[in-house]
């Protein structure tokens, strides 16, 4: 039993599911697919509608290269700072965020610079956490030990991307606060807003309703990534564009109105080529855009994050937890399989995978949009190869099917016409039945003459051996012209030429009956020869009567559910029943000295047109037809190019 049901295709399905499903897994599991699920996740990130949008509460200031060479030198000398603190805090805005490290001095104005900057308690500027390869870089020394200093480190995913925030690091002696995190604190202080335990972990941090839970090493698209320090995903809201900016230049020559300024967070950052301070983001995956976005705009937009999570509510993206990703996986592999075992048309079912693959990327952009990140790459990769081996078992299936049906049709009917039903198949096959179906065709009957006086000269034994090498040879003959045995009634045969496949022209029709006539032809030359052997033994002369009847029949399953058979009914039927055994010892229809005799309707004449030697008989009345039915006898087939 256990046997039989590995063996249905449900199970194997599930086989299939499974399979597919460890093979993903494993390439996840290794991070052989990080790189198409960061490149989803960038793709995600650049088709959000949000272009136009604009975050009014941060600005920044960009040193460009024009800016550098107005000032002949670089990096900047203390005193131009200390210049540029005075004219922004001018402008009273929440706070000022330089993105410069300036742990040494850079004459004229150290002293100048160190006041100014000591007086103007807005103002922050970046020191390099440092790490494992890199070394530390110091705050300005009049801001040393100040909560006025943040980190300026960035996390770069491999490829050189910055994809996430950080707002702690911790190197087990000292614990940094993010540039950014620093620069938006007293801003949301001002509006009531402060760090806060977090839900449901009170290790985790809270800005108003929101809870920014740390990023951990396998979370969204990542897999086994570095985590250290308190990490956020940058949701990059607006692009390269969400922020006003203005040169170095404006600010030092008062250009900048300070209402574009007032009660808001300032980064003063590079963005020359000169300096290099570039790192590339989600926005810049265009090959004209692969020389990156300056550091401080990475910097303002965690700025601009945090803000809109402390006082608009908007949460960071949240992560499906990892196995909930896998059992996602695991679901998707098995409905792909289901989809194949249910449709089994390989066309239709790789036309509804294909559906089933955009309604999983449209489903996952929209949950993406509503702030979920769902697992999109491994999902689809699952669903692809839960449907090429679907694909290939279904091919299999399918061959051993056809490979069976054949072996089945192929002793009843020419292997022409079983191919040609197996490529019809669609045409009269539902639930994997026949149909019924109203056809036109040809009906062939035949049956022997003299058969009692052999079988009184044969045992049982000889009789049957006799008679099975008699049908064996006509069969035979039916088949290679394209007909189907129908039935067998002791030494009488019934065949069909015209079905199961209907016929979608006139000329098919007529082709039948002429396949039908030609199949006569050569059984009476057949039975020729084997009268000829038969009478060396000593057997008596056998001859046959052929009855040939074209028109509309229904073809169709009769029988019961225990034995059942493809058969034609009709009134053509019956046609073809009586021309065969009207006057079988009438000589004015029968020449006695005939081997065979084929009588055939009306109908069956006009089809074969004048390509045979026919013989009207006239209008006969044939045993159960209230009418006169017009019958013509076939002698034999013109010879190509024959004077009529």
């Given at each position: ?7 249905r ?5 599930i086989?299939i ?9 494993g ?17 995600y ?7 136009a949008?604009?975050e ?21 000398p ?18 000022i ?23 103007n ?10 790490g ?6 110091s ?6 030990n100040?909560?006025?200093v943040?980190?300026?480190?960035l ?9 996430r ?5 911790d ?6 606060y ?14 009531g ?16 309703a929101v ?10 698209p990542?897999?086994r ?8 995903p ?11 900016t ?5 600010v030092?020559?008062g ?19 000169s300096?290099?301070?570039f ?13 990156g ?35 996602g ?13 249910r449709?089994?048309v390989?066309?239709?079912f ?14 996952s ?29 279904l ?28 490529r ?9 039945r026949?149909q ?16 009692t006086?052999v079988?009184?000269r ?67 030359v057949?039975?020729a ?24 029949v229904?073809a ?9 058979k ?34 055939i309707?009306?109908?069956t ?28 006898r ?11």
């Open positions: 039993m256990l046997r039989d049901w590995l063996r295709p449900a199970s194997i399905g086989g599911g499974l399979i597919a499903f460890m093979a993903i897994a390439l996840r599991l290794v991070g052989a697919l990080q790189p198409m699920e960061l490149a989803a996740y960038d793709l990130l650049n088709s959000r509608n949000n272009a949008w604009r009014d509460r941060v600005a920044v200031v960009l040193i460009n290269d024009d800016d550098i060479r107005r000032q002949g030198r670089w990096p900047l203390d005193n131009t700072l200390a210049d540029v603190v005075q004219k922004l805090a001018a402008a009273q805005p929440s706070a965020g330089f993105d410069l490290y300036r742990d040494l001095p850079v004459a004229p104005g150290t002293e100048h610079f160190e006041q100014v900057v000591t007086a308690g807005q103002v922050y500027f970046v020191m390099k956490f440092g494992r390869n890199t070394a530390r870089v705050a300005p020394p009049s801001l040393a100040s909560d006025r943040g980190f300026a480190d996390l770069v995913d491999p490829g050189g991307f910055v994809r925030g950080l707002l702690f690091l190197d087990g002696k000292t614990v940094g993010a540039f950014a995190l620093r620069l938006a604190l007293p801003y949301l202080a001002e509006h807003i402060t760090p806060a335990a977090g839900h449901p972990n009170p290790d985790d941090m809270r800005l108003g809870t920014l839970h740390p990023m951990e090493a396998n979370d969204g990542y897999v990534a570095d985590a250290a320090g308190y990490q956020f940058l949701d990059y809201k607006g692009g390269a564009s969400a922020f006003r203005f040169s170095l230049t404006d030092l020559e250009r900048v109105p300070a209402e574009a300024l007032r009660e808001r967070i300032v980064l003063v950052g590079v963005s020359a080529d300096v290099k301070d790192f590339l983001t989600p926005f810049n995956q265009r090959h004209t855009d692969l020389a976005t300056p550091g401080v705009l990475v910097h303002a937009h965690a700025v601009s994050q945090l803000l809109r999570a402390g006082l608009d509510g908007e949460s960071p993206l949240t992560f499906v937890p990892t196995w909930a990703g896998y059992l996986m695991l679901v998707w592999s098995l409905v792909a399989v289901a989809t194949a075992l449709v089994r390989l066309t239709v790789a036309v509804l995978a294909a559906l089933e693959t955009l309604a999983l990327m449209g489903g952009y929209a949950a993406f949009l509503a702030g979920w990140w769902i697992p999109v790459v491994p999902l689809a990769l699952v669903g692809v190869a839960s449907a090429s081996l679907s694909i290939a078992y091919s299999s299936l399918e061959r051993s099917e056809r490979r069976y049906l054949m072996d089945i049709f192929s002793k009843q009917v020419s292997p022409d016409v079983a191919e040609e039903m197996w019809s198949r669609e045409q009269f096959l539902e639930g994997g026949l019924p179906r109203l056809l036109s065709a040809s009906i062939l009957f035949t049956d022997l003459h003299n058969f006086a079988a009184e044969l045992s049982p034994a000889e009789l049957m051996e006799w008679l099975n090498l008699y049908m064996d040879r006509m069969a035979g003959l039916v088949m290679q012209h394209g007909g189907v045995i129908d039935d067998y009634f002791g030494d009488a045969i019934k065949a069909n030429f015209g079905v199961p496949v209907a016929r979608d022209s006139e000329r098919a029709i007529d082709d039948d009956a002429r396949q039908a006539v030609r199949c006569a032809l050569a059984m009476g057949a039975l020869q084997m009268n000829r052997d038969w009478e060396a033994a000593g057997l008596p002369h056998i001859s046959m009567r052929v009855g040939i009847a074209t028109g509309e229904v169709g399953c009769l029988g019961s559910t225990q034995r059942m493809f058969t034609t009914l009709g009134d053509i039927v019956n046609t073809a029943a009586r021309l065969e055994t009207y006057g079988k010892d009438d000589p004015a229809v029968t020449a006695p000295d005939a081997i065979s005799r084929l009588l309707s009306e109908e004449a006009r089809r074969i047109g004048d390509g045979f030697i026919t013989v009207a008989v006239g209008a006969l009345k044939l045993k159960g037809k209230e009418s006169e039915v017009t019958v013509y076939v002698e034999g087939e013109r010879a190509v190019g024959a004077a009529m």
